[in-house]
């Protein structure tokens, strides 16, 4: 939704730059200028012409395509840590070393591990599996042959005894790769544990629902981009 508003927010920034200035300009005529434009226009344009913008003009003018192959050279060795960038959310692990916050995630850190702080819950849902029990014990044995799985719970099921609750904690800290490759490897695995046993299994959390957040954040990137980039060029 924030990317999306963002662009809209560029849209209505361009339409009112390409009508609404425009009018107001010519509602206004000469007088948005000051008094010495106004009274000897000619000295002023005179002046204008002398000064570093317009030498710059004529020179672009005067050599285009050699401007625009710079500039482009220019503009793709600034964007190559774009290649690299990783969208996510601030946890307390990115707050300054002297807050409680940070000093508590370092410290929980240092005694249970980095993946402490950011722990998954994993919902077993068996209300269509014929033995939810089984389906949950196997939904914790498929969770173990993960890779950078610290530790699992027991788990805990509801008073109907067909939903249970999973307490996973991962080797990683809650805005590395691992973290993020994790959870797409526990759902990747609920349609095999479907199939098996006819549970379904769900990752939630914070840290998931983090990760979700910036994978959605990082898919309207480029569109985002390419609207901005195009209406500057429409301007």
């Not at 106004?38 to 401007?67: D, I, K, M, Q, Y």
């Not at 599996?129 to 530790?151: K, N, Q």
């Amino acid at each position: 939704m924030a990317p999306t508003a963002a662009a809209a927010t560029v849209v209505v920034a361009v339409l009112i730059a390409l009508t609404f200035l425009p009018a107001l300009l010519g509602f206004a005529g000469r007088r948005v200028f000051g008094r010495k434009a106004r009274r000897n226009p000619v000295s002023v344009r005179e002046a204008a012409e002398e000064r570093a913008g317009a030498r710059w003009a004529r020179f672009v003018l005067r050599h285009p395509t050699a401007v625009l192959l710079t500039g482009a050279v220019v503009l793709a060795v600034i964007a190559i840590p774009l290649a690299s960038i990783q969208m996510a959310l601030p946890d307390d692990g990115h707050l300054p070393t002297g807050t409680t916050q940070r000093r508590a995630y370092d410290l929980l850190t240092a005694g249970f591990g980095a993946g402490f702080n950011g722990p998954l819950l994993v919902t077993v849902d068996g209300s269509r599996a014929p033995d939810p029990r089984g389906a949950a014990a196997d939904s914790v044995r498929a969770i173990w042959a993960l890779p950078d799985v610290a530790s699992v719970s027991t788990p805990s099921f509801n008073a109907g005894g067909n939903t249970a609750m999973i307490k996973l904690v991962p080797k990683a800290g809650p805005n590395d790769t691992a973290t993020h490759d994790l959870v797409a490897a526990i759902r990747r695995s609920s349609d095999r544990l479907e199939s098996a046993t006819g549970a379904e299994l769900l990752v939630t959390g914070r840290t998931a629902l983090n990760i979700d957040i910036s994978q959605r954040l990082r898919a309207a990137l480029i569109p985002y981009l390419a609207v901005v980039v195009g209406l500057a060029f429409c301007c």
